[in-house]
């Protein structure tokens, strides 16, 4: 079931149970009120019948008893009533006017034992209610029973009187109220789910979206944005996801461009659209001579000389400390970036250890820098995300003019691979190295000649290309032989990477003038800083490991980390 519709429909059974719960409750309480009532005014009636009885007696009136009791009946809205003497009572006075009627069960039980009984009756032609009230004699009562009954004693019955009252108008009553309420309670759930769906659905709707951009997300596609009506807490989440989607997508994009030019164009492109910053500047920063460049600077920057800034002797602050350093921490706190009615942010972000990134933003007010400054950290994501792919790239600009790169592959080549290690590689750097060898290659060239041989090196050159992402490198070795670091990889996720490699190599068809031939991959792989803090010892155990997958059957895989301290000590 949708997460909407169940929401909705837990909040509505909900409201439904409490709302019978409620009516349950209040037509009990009503049944037992009049009830209760009911009972109250036959009380009542029994005692005004007994002392108009007594008071007839007194004043030698019995003869008239009938029409007071006719008229009790008429006057009170009673059904029936009976008056009944105990057997004390008869033997001394006789049955009286009561010879006509026998007592029934429920009678004779009051007279026994004194206790009040009552009964409901409701069928389709009748609703009343019966209560056989007995009277007790006292000699503290008014007058003094045991004055006139000598022959009983104080707590006997001296006889009861049996009423029937209509409750037909109390039920009518009730059901009338329980009607209301229960027309009330429908027009509140009805009020109470429109209410429910028009505050909850857009938490529910939130809910859907999150789950719906996680997935995409986790299926490599970063584009889903979550939209929401809403302005609090919940709001904050769905930027949150939004801004992380961004910083994945800017990834994907930044590793297929051609050149750093090209990477400082996309990240002007999100700090004017998507955190509105219009007056920026992008230092790069020379480590050792201590020289700066603009690499771009915003359209609004037109108050400052980019070859002023470049050429002065003033270093910039946040360049030296590496700390963010802000206008409003002191007065002109760095001369260089300091301007006459604005307020500065300066953030470095390091690099390699050849050269950093200043972002210097000027901002007019300092309520402006205080929002720019709550975006620090995201901005800051994206600048590190950026890192490892400006790394490769600026080797790439930088080994541009040497002979770096194998001109049958255009790989870089193993010299190459010496110099990025020494620069680049600290003891800390996770990442992959793979060794890739083409099995029976020698082969190839022997039956079909090297410019077969050739061709088939520049596929498996070109299929790198396809697969490995912008900040990974693939080297030529030597020969047949290539090296591929995967940076921020484990030893089980270059795994995954190496067996694709091998796969999609496998699946190549070479033609030729006598036949057409596939070719398959063995593949070694050693991690850093996991097999060693040294990536030369790294590289050697991929061999080892190239060497054991090539020894055990070819076209396969083969971890450093798998085979036993046996095999690497043969080795």
């Given amino acids: 079931m949708h997460i909407n519709k169940k929401v909705l429909l837990i909040v509505f059974a909900m409201l439904s149970l409490l709302c019978v719960l409620i009516i349950g409750n209040v037509f009990y309480n009503f049944v037992n009120f009049g009830k209760k009532e009911t009972i109250e005014r036959a009380n009542s009636i029994a005692e005004s019948v007994r002392d108009g009885l007594t008071a007839h007696m007194a004043l030698g009136a019995m003869d008239k008893r009938e029409l007071f009791l006719s008229n009790m009946i008429k006057h009170q809205n009673v059904k029936e009533l009976r008056v009944l003497r105990s057997k004390k009572i008869i033997d001394v006075y006789g049955e009286g006017e009561i010879v006509s009627y026998k007592y029934d069960d429920v009678e004779k039980q009051v007279l026994l034992d004194g206790k009040t009984i009552t009964q409901i009756v409701d069928n389709k032609n009748d609703s009343y209610l019966r209560v056989t009230i007995p009277y007790i004699a006292s000699k503290y009562s008014t007058p003094n029973c045991l004055a006139c009954h000598t022959n009983v004693k104080e707590g006997e019955v001296l006889g009861a009187i049996t009423l029937k009252i209509d409750i037909a108008d109390v039920k009518e009553r009730t059901f009338d109220i329980i009607f209301k309420i229960v027309l009330i309670t429908i027009v509140f759930l009805v009020f109470a789910f429109f209410i429910s769906r028009h505050f909850i659905r857009p938490y529910i709707q939130l809910f859907d979206d999150l789950e719906e951009g996680i997935s995409r997300a986790y299926k490599g596609d970063f584009s889903y944005q979550v939209k929401t009506v809403l302005s609090d807490d919940a709001a904050k989440v769905a930027n949150k ?41 992008i ?159 020698k082969l190839v060239n022997d039956t079909y000649g090297h410019d077969v041989g050739d061709r088939v090196i520049v596929e498996l050159a070109q299929l ?48 030729t003038s006598h036949e057409n031939f596939s070719k398959t991959l063995s593949i070694g792989i050693s991690s850093h800083p996991q097999d060693s803090s040294s990536i030369h010892e790294v590289i050697k155990f991929a061999d080892m490991a190239l060497y054991i997958a090539k020894e055990s059957g070819r076209d396969k895989v083969m971890l450093y980390q798998e085979f036993s301290d046996e095999e690497k000590g043969e080795k």
């Fill in 241 to 281: 996801l939004n801004d992380l989607s961004e910083i994945f997508r800017f990834k994907k994009t930044i590793e297929t461009d051609v050149d750093k030019p090209q990477i400082y164009e996309r990240i002007a492109f999100i700090l004017e659209n998507h955190f509105h910053i219009k007056e920026f500047v």
């Fill in 464 to 511: 790198f290309k396809r697969v490995l992402k912008g900040s990974d490198l693939a080297v030529r070795y030597g020969g047949e032989e290539f090296v591929v670091i995967t940076f921020g990889t484990t030893a089980k996720e270059a795994l995954k990477i190496a067996n694709t490699i091998r796969k999609e190599f496998a699946k190549i068809v070479f033609s």
């Fill in 283 to 441: 230092f790069e920063n020379a480590t050792t001579t201590r020289k700066r460049e603009i690499v771009f600077k915003s359209a609004q920057m037109n108050y400052i000389d980019p070859n002023a800034m470049e050429k002065s002797k003033e270093t910039c602050r946040a360049f030296r400390t590496n700390n963010i350093t802000s206008s409003t921490d002191f007065h002109k706190i760095c001369k260089l970036c300091y301007r006459e009615e604005k307020e500065s942010l300066c953030l470095p972000f390091g690099i390699s250890d050849d050269y950093s990134i200043t972002l210097l933003i000027y901002t007019n007010t300092q309520e402006e820098l205080q929002r720019i400054k709550e975006l620090v950290p995201i901005i800051t994501n994206y600048f590190e995300i950026t890192e490892p792919v400006l790394q490769t790239k600026t080797l790439m600009q930088q080994l541009s003019e040497r002979s770096l790169k194998d001109p049958l592959t255009t790989l870089y080549n193993r010299r190459f691979l010496d110099e990025y290690i020494e620069k680049n590689i600290t003891p800390s750097t996770q990442l992959s190295v793979m060794m890739v060898d083409i099995d029976h290659f």
